[in-house]
């Protein structure tokens, strides 16, 4: 087998590497120590270089030598880069109007490192951990993006990538990464809006997403570079800290290296919380020689943490707003990244949302279990296929006049016997799209209405049932009752109404069903045409 | 609609899981209206469907590709099915095929095998009994896995007595496991390739007539498997250029061989034993291996030369090469013809011109005898005519004095010199009438010069 182009996800906090393995599955790769999402992060040590979990160690104790979050600062001038993220690592510095990095290597030594060459190194790294898995070279990546990346950022981190001895061969968005790893293995059997919510570190992103056809439409993003999981181990550190000096009479905060062991072991409470009900912290002389011991439990921290996550809840009904959709028009929202492993993130969305919206966060039946793995394996699904397209095909499938292209505002759909609207072609599908319904169970004479549709949301108040006579039944059960009818209830609705007619067929004589074909050309001409599935007979209509 | 909102009901009352709508929904059939009027297309032209938004789309996953695809080669719908349709096929036809199991025996290519003495295994044809045998040194280690499994579940004894046969009867069994150790273990088989005399191709007999490339290339690819040097190069065809086939036959005549008897050995006694048996017994088989090898070697030797002496190559070099050798002399030898040239042509140009010198002489001469001859003759005449003149003159009247006139003429005419006997003669000639002056001019000149005595010629003086 030629070398495999191999999916890489790069992010702030951590990056992951993905590859479709001999066997046409997706293999997240892990780093020679073992780590499938491997942090983001460059120490140096004099003349030793230490890279990501290794390296996220140094923090402790050589911090201004070592270099986080650093992913964002890419192309982009000095002036507009958002450097106090670093703040915690080594300083950012100005290197001729870029961002680059200070680091001392060993006495009197100083090396200046321009962020590219930060991200080529770090690149690199990757790459060679993923040629020691595969055992074979790796030359060609397909490279995930948030989507709010410019052309500059992505041109320097092409080259930074080929610096390292990778060809970009696309970049994809993370969303839509993240989205085609879902789908692959949760398949939606119908065209759906879905909302992903990437909460990675330091940044959150959501897009909503239409996909219509299989194909994907990104209708909003939201981006909040302030929000992420650091947001939780801060809070959990203030808590930590609190409840230190409660005893010790020493705020840790105070000095550096007491902050980064807390922070440190705050991150790995955080990450134990998210799969045992309570988890320790200890840390030996956290502070003044005083040692830090004490066990929290999930509900706790889900305290503690609350502001944050209605932060998170915010978020993505934010997104949902700027695409000016009711969460009623979205199927399901994917949720992915880091903090997607906390279980009161997904609980909390199953309560902002309507019934009818999943939830797929780790521990929803119909998803993956490694939501920090998904924008990666979706890479690999893009790299697996692309690499049967040579360089010109797919560069030439990458161009504008294909990429964008017309999509419908509205609806289009057949009117049912019930003179309900039954959507084909929903609103925002692209076209050309052609799409087949096969109606097994027509008989007789039928009537193919073809008709635009407007949707609305349409709420109504449940009066509560009135209540039942008082049994001197189970007491308990009343009481339950009792809870679920006291409100009434808000039933709100999706539903079509017909706006125009667009054409009406008739077909006779039908005895073991009709095909019917709806097809949208380029240049947005709609055809449809009837089939007697018995008989063969066709009728075509054209607008 | 009713009934979506009946669901609704009980989806709130009932908690109804939200799969299981999903689920009842989808086996809900959606049904077309009944036909109330006569309508068979209706086109509501006026209609105005929205304006379209443009918008990008995400280039990921293979709906995209595949819309890429469509647009860029401008498919229709139905094409693009028929070349996805065909796509697919395609990929389960692959799929399914694995490509070692075409090269493996399908049935057992030798019968005798199954009677075969499990004792004298070493006898048997192992590659056979693998169901290797088109294969053989050129199997490699995965295909021997696969195809001793195959072999296995073939031959395996609880099959054999299922089918009928005793449990006892497990002969091949134990020479498939034989040979499976044996090809399995890298000496092992190294040792068994040596003697396997199955694997050699056979050559032609000398005299016959044959295809020497089809002939010799495969003898020369089997030989090439005890080659320590790899890769060996190829025997080639008509068209292989000299430098190639020479490198084919230096390779060939030094060539390097793995080859090792061991596995004829005549079985060590063990340990138990006499030692000086065993001794000897070690002793003659190092003697045997050594023998055969020398034998093999020189075996190699004797074809090689076989091959390099029929090779229609290695004629036509020579051929060519003869032929390069005199055109090289003959160019060589350039100079020194054209001096000989030269000096030919010299020498026949010499010869030539002699010759015409010769000849130019000889007529010469003759022209000159005639010249002579006709020198005289015309003297002859012309002394004729002087002598005669008088004579025709009538003696000038005096022919009394005819008798002294002729004999004074005579000394005349014999006393003249030539030239003025030409003279004389010419005058004479042109006027008879004045011979008397002229003979007397003539006598007066010749007496005049003393030539003649005047008193001899009374009558002209």
Redesign the interface.
């Known amino acids: 087998m030629s070398s495999p182009i191999i999916g890489i996800t790069f992010g702030n906090t951590s990056s992951s590497i993905a590859y479709i393995n001999p066997k046409n599955d997706v293999d997240v790769i892990a780093n020679p120590d073992g780590e499938r999402s491997i942090p983001s992060v460059l120490s140096y040590v004099g003349a030793d270089e230490y890279h990501g979990g290794q390296a996220l160690q140094q923090l402790v104790r050589n911090s201004a030598n070592t270099i986080i979050n650093f992913r964002d600062l890419i192309g982009l001038p000095f002036a507009q880069a958002d450097v106090s993220k670093c703040a915690a690592g080594a300083p950012a510095i100005e290197i001729d109007g870029k961002v680059g990095f200070a680091i001392k290597r060993g006495e009197d030594k100083e090396e200046k490192i321009t962020v590219d060459e930060v991200i080529s190194r770090h690149l690199n790294k990757l790459k060679l951990a993923a040629e020691d898995y595969i055992g074979s070279k790796v030359r060609q990546v397909v490279l995930t993006v948030p989507t709010n990346f410019n052309d500059n950022q992505k041109e320097a981190l092409k080259n930074a990538a080929s610096k390292a001895g990778l060809e970009v061969v696309q970049f994809i968005n993370e969303p839509s990464a993240a989205l085609l790893a879902h789908v692959e293995q949760y398949p939606f059997e119908k065209d759906v809006n879905v909302v992903v919510a990437d909460f990675g570190g330091v940044r959150s992103d959501a897009a909503v997403i239409a996909i219509r056809n299989g194909i994907y439409t990104i209708l909003a993003t939201k981006h909040d570079t302030s929000l992420g999981g650091d947001n939780l181990d801060t809070e959990l550190i203030e808590y930590f800290a609190k409840d230190f000096q409660k005893k010790t009479s020493t705020n840790p905060t105070k000095n550096v290296r007491s902050l980064a062991k807390l922070r440190a072991n705050a991150i790995i409470t955080k990450k134990t919380l998210s799969n045992a009900t309570t988890a320790t912290i200890s840390i030996d002389s956290l502070a003044d020689g005083y040692d830090y011991h004490t066990s929290i439990n999930r509900m706790r921290f889900e305290l503690v943490t609350n502001k944050v996550f209605s932060q998170f809840s915010a978020f993505v009904e934010d997104v949902i707003a700027k695409a000016e959709l009711d969460p009623l028009d979205i199927h399901a929202v994917i949720l992915s990244g880091g903090v997607a492993f906390t279980p009161k993130l997904a609980n909390n969305f199953e309560f902002l949302f309507p019934e009818s919206v999943k939830i797929l966060g780790p521990n929803a039946k119909e998803s993956s279990n490694q939501p920090n793995e998904l924008t990666a394996s979706g890479a690999a699904l893009q790299a697996r296929l692309v690499s049967s397209y040579d360089a010109d095909e797919l560069s030439e499938a990458l161009k504008p006049v294909i990429i964008n292209t017309p999509h419908i505002p509205k609806a289009i759909g057949l009117i049912g016997s019930q003179g309900e609207f039954c959507p084909v072609f929903l609103a925002e599908t692209s076209f050309p799209a052609q799409k087949k319904l096969t109606l097994k169970n027509a008989k007789g004479d039928l009537l193919v209405g073809v008709y635009e549709g407007d949707h609305h949301i349409e709420e109504k108040t449940l009066e509560p049932t009135p209540k039942e006579e008082k049994k001197d039944d189970d007491e308990e059960e009343e009481e339950w009752s009792d809870s679920e009818d006291d409100e009434p209830e808000i039933i709100r609705e999706k539903l079509y109404t017909f706006s125009t007619k667009l054409m009406e067929l008739g077909i006779k004589g039908v005895t073991k069903g009709v095909e019917i074909v709806f097809n949208l050309n380029k240049e947005g001409v709609l055809k449809v045409s009837a089939r007697d599935l018995k008989s063969g007979n066709v009728v075509k209509g054209e607008l | 609609?009713?009934?979506e909102k009946k669901f609704?009901k009980l989806?709130?009352l009932q908690l109804a899981s939200?799969q299981e709508i999903e689920r009842i929904k989808?086996e809900m059939?959606?049904?077309?209206?009944?036909?109330?009027?006569?309508?068979?297309?209706?086109?509501?032209?006026e209609?105005?469907?929205?304006?379209?938004?443009?918008?990008?789309?995400?280039?990921?996953?293979?709906?995209?590709?595949?819309?890429?695809?469509?647009?860029?080669r401008n498919h229709t719908?139905s094409e693009f099915e028929k070349i996805q349709a065909e796509k697919n096929v395609k990929t389960v036809d692959e799929s399914t095929q694995d490509p070692d199991e075409l090269l493996f025996d399908d049935e057992l290519t030798d019968e005798s095998l199954l009677t075969h003495d499990p004792r004298d295994w070493k006898t048997a044809d192992l590659y056979a009994a693998m169901g290797l045998s088109k294969l053989r040194y050129r199997a490699n280690n995965s295909q021997i896995i696969k195809s001793h499994r195959k072999q296995v579940l073939k031959h395996h004894p609880d099959k054999k007595s299922a089918a009928g046969a005793g449990l006892e009867q497990d002969g091949f069994f134990k020479i498939i496991q034989k040979a499976y150790e044996t090809l399995t273990d890298s000496t092992k088989r190294s040792q068994y390739d040596s003697c396997d005399f199955n694997a050699d191709v056979e050559q032609p007999k000398k005299g016959t007539e044959y295809n020497f490339f089809e002939v010799w290339g495969p003898v020369f690819e089997a030989e090439a498997r005890f080659s320590k040097k790899q890769p060996v190069p190829s025997l080639g065809d008509v068209n292989t250029p000299k430098k190639e086939v020479e490198q084919f036959y230096s390779f060939w005549h030094r060539f390097d061989s793995w080859r090792t008897f061991e596995f004829l050995d005549e079985d060590v006694p063990d340990d138990s034993s006499n030692r000086d048996q065993k001794r000897y017994t070690e002793r003659k088989n190092k003697a045997a291996r050594d023998k055969k090898k020398t034998a093999d070697n020189a075996r190699l030797v004797k074809l090689v030369e076989r091959v390099a002496n029929e090779d229609p190559r290695i004629k036509l070099f020579k051929e060519e090469e003869k032929k390069e050798k005199e055109r090289k002399k003959w160019e060589r030898d350039a100079g020194a013809r054209a001096e000989a040239e030269a000096a030919a042509k010299a020498d026949a140009e010499a010869r030539a011109r002699a010759e015409a010198d010769a000849v130019s002489e000889a007529s010469a001469k003759a022209d000159k005898k005639k010249a002579k001859e006709t020198a005289k003759a015309a003297k002859k005449k012309n002394k004729r005519t002087v002598r005669n003149a008088p004579k025709e003159a009538d003696y000038f009247g005096d022919s009394d004095k005819a008798a002294a006139i002729d004999e004074q003429v005579g000394f005349i005419v014999e006393t003249v010199d030539d030239e003025l006997l030409v003279e004389v003669s010419t005058k004479i000639k042109s006027s008879p009438s004045t011979t008397k002056e002229t003979l007397q001019e003539t006598a007066a000149a010749l007496s005049g010069s003393g030539k003649l005595p005047a008193s001899v010629l009374p009558y002209f003086l």
């Open positions: 609609m009713k009934i609704f989806t709130s939200l989808r059939m959606f049904t077309l209206p009944e036909l109330t009027s006569d309508i068979t297309v209706k086109v509501n032209t209609a105005e469907k929205s304006a379209a938004v443009r918008r990008p789309i995400e280039p990921v996953g293979r709906y995209f590709l595949q819309h890429a695809q469509r647009t860029l719908w």
